[in-house]
């Protein structure tokens, strides 16, 4: 798994708490879209969470609200 997918894990976990619903390693992904690199975690029922990755990785990844998504994972989520 890729350093930053795993720190988004890691962080999804440690906010999400026991509230956390499992996410899927081989459905979530980096993914670079408009030159910003986004962790997206998914399960089989679609997007649980999206991080905006920082570049400096010495900074955790910043959970985003579902309208900050970018516009592909926004579409993504309605199907």
């Keep these: 798994m890729e350093e930053e997918l795993k720190r988004a894990f890691e962080f999804y ?41 920082p570049a400096d990785q010495s900074l955790e990844p910043s959970e985003l609200e579902e309208e900050d998504w970018p516009e592909a994972l926004k579409e993504e989520a309605k199907e």
């Design 13 to 53: 976990f440690k906010s999400k708490g026991d509230n956390a619903i499992q996410p899927n390693a081989g459905l979530s992904g980096i993914e670079n879209i408009d030159d910003t690199c986004y962790a997206v975690l998914r399960n089989s029922n679609g997007i649980l969470a999206v991080f905006d990755v």
